[in-house]
Structures are given as C-alpha cells and as structure tokens.
C-alpha cells in the first residue's frame, strides 16, 4: 500500500510538471516575438531614458521613499506610544489617526494634503507639490507603522519593564531604553515590508503634480512611453523597482528566520 501510494504520489507530481512545460511551450509557441520585442523590449527606446531613468526617476525614488519612511516612522513611534498610554484622550487620538490614514486610500490622501488644505484651510506645505505629497505618504506611512510598533512594543515581556523599573529606571527611560530596542528587533521583517510598499507607492505623487527634476519612476516611465508609443519604458522601470524591491525582501525573510530562530 505504502509503495502504491508514492507511485502515486510520483506520477500526480510528474504530470503537473508535465501539464506546466506543456503550457509554457503552448505560450512560447503562440507569442508574437517579433511584436513582444519591438514594444516592450526594444533597445532603441531604452538606450533613450539614459542617464535620467537612473540619475533622475530612480534617485527620487529612493530619496522620497526614504523621507517618506523616516517620517513614518517617527510619527508612528508617537502614535504607538499614544495608543498604548493609560490618557484616555492619547488613545482615542491614536485610535481614530491610524483608523483614519489606514481606510483611505494613499492617492485620496495625497491629494488631500495638497489641494483641499490650502482651498478649505489656507494651509501650504512647504516645499511645493512634492512636500505636500511626501507629507501625504507620511501620513499613510505612521498609520501603519504604528500599528506594526504596537505589536512589537506589546511582545517584549512584561518582565523587561518590571526588571527596569526594579533598577529604578523611571517610565520614560525604561520606555526607550528597554522597551522600544528591543521591540525593534522584534519588527525589523516587517518594516522592511513596510518600506518596500513606501517604495511602490512613491507613484502616487503624481497626483499632487511633479517637473522635469521631481519625477519618479513610474511618472517618468509613463511619459517616456507616451512619447515613443512603446511600452519598454514601463518594462524597464519595472525591472529598477525589481532590483530595488526583490533584495530587501529576501533581506527581510532572512531576518525573519535568524530572529525565529532565537527566540
């Protein structure tokens, strides 16, 4: 019975291959390569995007995530602390904040930011349409984040505090000096995630406006398409996220096994 069920085992495994290399070659077999090379692969038009694909879209990118990701986090810090705090008010603050920036969409957020403050409050922030946009990411960006140092906060053990305060360490130092550490070594995996969703969602400021020197890479991908009617601008601007993207999350599975593997 044992040896009818892995000749079974075998053969179910063996066909899905088979089915899989027969749907590959059935697609291989029915694409127009020609046509698939000229519109999305067509080194004409990638030669073109050079320097500014990298000196320009991909730099901005990275500078707006980064400013986007540090203010997050910041502000997330903050929001945490709040939502964990025995004030009541502190936590319904936090509370409605993170409920608020977590149900709208990141693009709604943006463009509130920067164009509905200014009409109905008369507010501008610095920094044109980028800071109002970066601002916006922010907000989004805290809501998660603190959220995520919640739970990180909340899973260091009870005993850490009481051992500091034991010490005489008084709240706030046993906040940050005990507490906080090492709930960040707990979330480092999913900040990374965090960061690699900032890092997508940097696209989105096209919606408060960008010039020639603020876009990003999808804003600059989509206007390099529009002018050349072909695509490889978008194929090359996926493959730069993906060279950004893919290495921080394998950074962050592998980070994610050597903690499990402490604790």
């Known amino acids: 019975m044992a040896l009818r069920r ?20 059935w697609v291989a077999l029915q694409a127009d390569w020609a046509r698939i090379g000229k519109q999305f692969f067509n080194p004409e038009v990638a030669a073109e ?11 901005n990118t990275l500078w707006f995530t980064l400013v986007g990701f540090v203010g997050g986090l910041l502000l997330g ?23 608020l920036f977590r149900g709208l969409p990141a693009i709604l957020t ?32 805290s809501a998660y984040m603190a959220e995520v140092i919640r739970a990180g906060i909340q899973a260091v053990p009870k005993g850490q505090t009481e051992a500091a305060r034991s010490l005489g360490m008084s709240p706030m130092k046993t906040t940050f000096w005990i ?3 090492q709930g960040f070594r707990i979330i480092i995996p999913p900040m990374t995630n965090e960061f690699v969703l900032l890092l997508k969602d940097t696209s989105l400021l096209f919606i408060a406006g960008v010039t020639i ?3 990003e890479l999808t804003n600059f991908a989509r206007d390099a398409s529009t002018v050349n009617a072909n695509a490889t601008p978008l194929v090359m601007a996926a493959i730069l996220y993906l060279l950004v993207t893919i290495p921080l999350t394998r950074v962050a599975a592998w980070l994610e096994r050597k903690l499990a593997k402490q604790r």
């Open 6 to 25: 892995t000749t079974k085992s075998k053969l179910y495994r063996y066909s899905m291959y088979a089915i899989f290399v027969a749907f590959i070659a």
């Open 49 to 59: 995007m050079f320097p500014g694909i990298i000196t320009t879209a991909l730099v």
């Open 77 to 99: 810090i903050l929001l945490a602390l709040m939502k964990l705090s025995s004030i009541a008010p502190f936590r319904w603050f936090a509370t409605g904040w993170i409920e």
């Open 110 to 141: 943006i463009f509130a930011v920067a164009f509905m403050l200014p009409i109905a409050l008369g507010i501008r922030v610095p920094g044109g349409t980028v800071g109002a946009g970066l601002l916006g990411l922010i907000l989004v960006a």
């Open 179 to 181: 507490i906080l550490p």
């Open 213 to 215: 020197q603020t876009k």
